[in-house]
């Protein structure tokens, strides 16, 4: 089954607090694990470039795919999928698994460079079934960074440095 093939390791996936939420930093040996990509490729992202993208730079992320990701990961936090819980949390509703978050962020973008590194810092818990837009705030030759925004308000940070050098993992 697909829940057997897929693990979490703390090597691929670091969350860390910070004072203004968590940072969540993601490798690519992370995506391509999670994605299950085996090809030898010389470039960490060929896999990403076979997923669609429409032109919306806005997702969601529905419960459904909140429940389904929980029994995938391991992750049962009662934040994510128990709604008595969700109403009573700080947040007033269940929040989205950050991970989920940023893999749908993936799959929503296209990256022609290689990247080094992704650091990701919530300052706040995404809602299911609501739009999350996605905006660009810098690009230069090493690094992009995003905003995700849902209800008119920044939610996570998103920061991705590009290497110069073509990676196998």
């Known amino acids: 089954t697909m829940a057997s093939n897929k693990c979490w390791t703390p090597i691929l996936l670091t969350a860390l607090p910070h004072k203004t939420g968590i940072i969540l930093y993601v490798t690519v040996a992370f995506l391509k694990h999670f994605f299950n990509i085996s090809e030898d490729t010389s470039s960490p992202l060929t896999y990403f470039d076979k997923i669609s993208s429409s032109k919306s730079d806005n997702f969601s992320i529905k419960e459904f795919e909140g429940i389904n990701f929980a029994k995938l990961s391991g992750d049962n936090n009662i934040i994510h999928v128990d ?74 940070n998103i920061k991705i440095n590009f290497s110069q050098k073509h990676h196998i993992i």
């Open 83 to 156: 709604k008595i819980a969700g109403y009573n949390s700080i947040y007033g509703h269940n929040i989205a698994h950050g991970v989920l978050v940023i893999l749908k962020f993936f799959k929503k973008k296209k990256f022609k460079k290689n990247y080094s590194y992704i650091k990701v810092q919530f300052s706040k818990g995404f809602r299911y079934n609501s739009k999350i837009k996605i905006r660009k705030i810098k690009e230069n030759k090493s690094e992009i960074s995003y905003e995700l925004i849902q209800r008119d308000s920044v939610n996570a």
